[in-house]
């Protein structure tokens, strides 16, 4: 099973306060999906906060379309974690990992505190692959293993409802890649005193002119919890 490649951290600099980098994942179409918003909230995200702005000290980092694939998805993943922890030592940065997924059957957006170690998968992924309950860190132990994320759930989620957002937190991110990707990123930013939180989004046909404001004022509650 891959596994994200250990890195050397580099010493911290002087000490000081922090600033925030967070940087972005989304995913590319899937079984079922023909149009990922996810993959246009990614794409055009940096151009969107451009215009609209962030709060002094947060910066977007890489924004980057995952293929929608189990160990398809890793490299690219692990590369670009790999490039942030070496950036966020060298500028004494709060580093959070932010994973955009769609969900779609949902009709508001959630927050997810969790991941399990366990890759099932409905049908296969864009790569072929339909693994069955199979432990996805197989040093971690079984199936039935979790990682729960450091980031301020209930602060994020009060954050986004005052901004007028429908949003919910979920234990429950499925089995399929998302879950799988998130795992990973749960157990490469622990390693690191990174952050990691995985998102769900509706369909464009379900909620369209919202989704770039949503990721927008979501990297503003994240940065105001860390």
Known sequence: ???????????????????????????????????????????????????????????????????????????MLCNIMESGVIKGNANNEQVVWLHLGVNSEAVKFAIERQAVNEATFCYPDALGWQPQQLPIIHEDGGISWSRRTSCSVEAILRFLKKKGFDVTVSDDAGRFVRNYVYYHSLRFAQQRNHKSLFVHVPLFSTINLAQMQFAAALLEAIASTC
Not at 14 to 33: A, D, L, M, R, Y
Not at 42 to 54: A, C, E, I
Request: proline share 5%; glycine share 16%.
């Open 1 to 75: 099973m891959g596994n994200c490649i250990q890195v050397r951290s580099e010493l911290m600099g002087s000490e000081g306060p922090k600033g925030v980098t967070i940087h972005v994942t989304g995913f590319k179409k899937f079984h079922g999906v023909s149009e990922n918003p996810t993959e246009s909230i990614v794409s055009n995200l940096t151009d969107f906060v451009g215009r609209r702005g962030l709060p002094t000290g947060v910066t977007l980092g890489s924004c980057t379309v995952l293929e929608t694939a189990g160990d398809g998805a890793l490299p």
